[in-house]
Structure formats: C-alpha cells, structure tokens
C-alpha cells in the first residue's frame, strides 16, 4: 500500500509534464494553431483541368450547387464547370484582359481586373451575355487579386494582392451591392502574423484568392507565391495557417465553398496541367487545445 501511495503522488505531475512537453514541442516546430478546420488537406479529390484554363485564375459556385463559374488570366471568357473540372459550355464576355478572380451573385455575376474594375454579367444563363462595366473607385497603383462575395453583409470584397511592407497586413475593400459604390476605406485588414506559425516571404502576404465559409462565416485565403492557406476571422485577423505542397499545388489562384461546406482550390499549372482539387466538408472548426487549458482541466 505504502508503494503504491508513492507512485500515485509521482504519476500525475509526471503526466503533466510530458503533455506539457509535448505542447512545447509543437509550438518550436510553428504548428500549433488557434483552431483545426474541417479538411483532409493531404487528400483532396483531384482533377486535371483542360488546357484551355491553363491559367485559371478564379472559381466560384452557382446557383445550383452542382457547378462551378470559372475564368482564364488574360482571356475574356466565362467557362462552366461541372464538380470534376471538366468544361460543360463557355462563352465570351469581354475582349482579353488580366482577369482576377468571379463571384456568383444569384443569377448574375462579377467578373474583376486587377484593377478593381468589375465586369457584371445580369444572367449567366442566358444564350448570349452581355457584360456591364463598373469602374473602381480606388487608389491608382492598388493591384487586386481576389474577389468575394459576402452575402450577409450584400458586398463584393476585393482583396488587396499585396501586404504592405512593415506590417503586412492586406487591405480588403467593399463594393456595396445595395447601392452600387465602393468605399473609399478598407472594412477589413487581412493579418497573417496573428496566426500562429505562420511566415511571410518579404512580409508581404501576397494573395491570390480569398472566400467567405458558408457554415463559419470565416475568410479562407490563399497564397500563390507562399502557397499558404491562410484562415481568418470577420476582422481579417489570422486563427491559423497551413503550408500547402509547391509539387501539388505549383500556384494556387482560385478558392471557394458548396453551401455544404465542400472546398475547392484551384491552381494554374505552370509546366504542367492546371488542377481542381475539392476538400470534403468534415464537421465544425475545433479550437485547438493548449498547455493552459490543458493544465486546468487536469
């Protein structure tokens, strides 16, 4: 009995200790994350795009949830997809230009230059479109890379592609669907370094692609030059960070979200063929434990 009063006394301080340890251990190595998204990043479906959207440079879902609008860097050209990537029509909507990024509003959509210049199409469906030009209203020199659209808030975000140098935090600024302006202010600043174990190259965040989660309301962003995927709050403060593969994903330019969740990234394939990969939606965002809350639940 006295033997195994000793060991009790020693058991839980040692047990303690090595989740501490462990704890530690993964804060060294940059992994430990405010919260776990719901995805298998390491095994997403994967599909080979056709050639013609080498250089895809935006997604987005329609109405029906069963496809996805899609559009080509520097050809003005709307392409329909079906959930494998594979091209089911497409049409022209504008002459060749350096097209962003699309946001599918209802039956209508938002085709953006990298100038913030926004090209509205009223019904995608129809035989032949005709596309609507709404110049920005922002600063000469802002380079965009990113367009979403916030359907609680009825605005198109438009990402800022670059962070600036001290901070890196990228500006993201609000064309408001109501009354048709933009502002002249940001309503939010994407903030990488508040995710933990998160780097940025030069910090500058450099973006390539932002989307609103239909079930979290947080802002899922990607990078092309860091390949990060980068997840944020409604403040644009960062919660957590994953480094996506440069042999898997060489320059990811596009993401977005099916109303069940389901993910969707897009890269362009450089010197090999461009690829649509779909996460499958797992549940909830988990806050990730930590040493404290661990010790106190001991």
Known sequence: MLQMSFSSRWFLPALVLVLLGCDQLTRKEGKKQALEIPYDLENPSEFILDDELHEISGISPLADGKSLAAINDETGKLYFLDLEGNILKSKWFHKGGDYEDIAVVGNGLYI????????????????????????????????????????????????????????????????????????????????????????????????????????????????????????????????????????????????????????????????????????NYMGTEIPAVDADSLKSGL
């Open 112 to 279: 953006m230059k990298s100038n913030g210049n926004l090209y509205f199409i009223e019904d995608y469906a129809a035989d032949s479109i005709d596309s609507q030009t709404i110049k920005a209203r922002l600063k000469d020199g802002i380079e965009i890379e990113s367009l979403t659209y916030d359907e609680a808030a009825d605005k198109l975000l438009l990402l800022v592609k670059a962070g600036d140098s001290k901070h890196g935090k990228a500006p993201v600024f609000a064309f408001n669907l109501r009354n048709s302006s933009f502002g002249v202010d940001p309503v939010m600043l994407v903030d990488p370094k508040a995710a933990h174990g998160v780097t940025v190259k030069g910090k500058s965040l450099r973006a390539s692609a932002m989307a609103k989660h239909p079930i979290t309301g947080h802002f899922y962003v990607v990078t092309s030059i860091n390949r990060m995927l980068l997840v944020c709050d409604s403040q644009g403060n960062g919660l957590a960070s994953f480094k996506l593969s440069k042999k898997k994903y060489p320059q990811p330019e596009g993401i977005c979200f099916l109303p069940n969740g389901d993910m969707f990234i897009s890269t362009e394939g450089l010197s090999k063929p461009a690829k649509l990969f779909r996460f």
